[in-house]
């Protein structure tokens, strides 16, 4: 049967989010490839290739945090790197949209969760984290310290350690649509 139009809406978010997983691994080992990527089995069933996508995203994650926990993640030197206040909360405002669940909780696309990432990385160096946190530390320039963790709900998620001033104060979290 062909794709339905949710279908394709669902493959392309999909899509997405693991060509940026890849990405952001492939940054660290260029050579690197995810497993799933063998398992294109079905081209035809739009429901095997959305999990194939979302399997792909979940190996890249979890390959990203390896790789930063080994210490393949040198220091991100930048001279001009940005305040972590003007990333996550560029106008005043935290960044995304606020959860209903939980108002320390901040909802981005995968494109923005990217971005972020990518800004906060600027300017940043891994330190070790402390032992109860399950992922990895960074560091900035600004005396913030940010996390980067994998969530068993929401995939690799973003958490503000040590915030320097509101309204990026300690245990905010990203999570990603």
Do not use: C
């Amino acid at each position: 049967m062909p794709a339905t139009s949710a279908q394709h809406a669902r493959l392309a978010i999909a899509s997405a989010r693991a060509r940026e997983a890849v990405t952001r691994v492939q940054q660290l080992d260029p050579h690197w490839r995810p497993q799933s990527l063998t398992s294109r089995d079905n081209r035809d069933d739009a429901e095997v290739m959305i999990r194939t996508k979302e399997a792909e995203t979940s190996e890249g994650e979890a390959r990203f945090i390896a790789l930063a926990r080994a210490g393949n993640d040198d220091s991100y030197t930048r001279r001009d790197a940005s305040a972590t206040t003007d990333v996550l909360a560029p106008r005043g405002e935290l960044v995304g949209d606020r959860s209903r669940y939980d108002r320390q909780v901040r909802i981005v696309t995968p494109d923005e969760f990217e971005n972020i990432r990518t800004e906060l990385m600027g300017g940043a160096r891994r330190i070790d984290p402390a032992a109860r946190y399950d992922g990895v530390w960074y560091k900035r320039e600004d005396g913030s310290i940010f996390g980067l963790r994998l969530s068993r709900d929401h995939g690799l998620t973003l958490d503000v350690i040590e915030g320097i001033r509101p309204p990026v104060v300690n245990g905010i979290r990203i999570h990603q649509r």
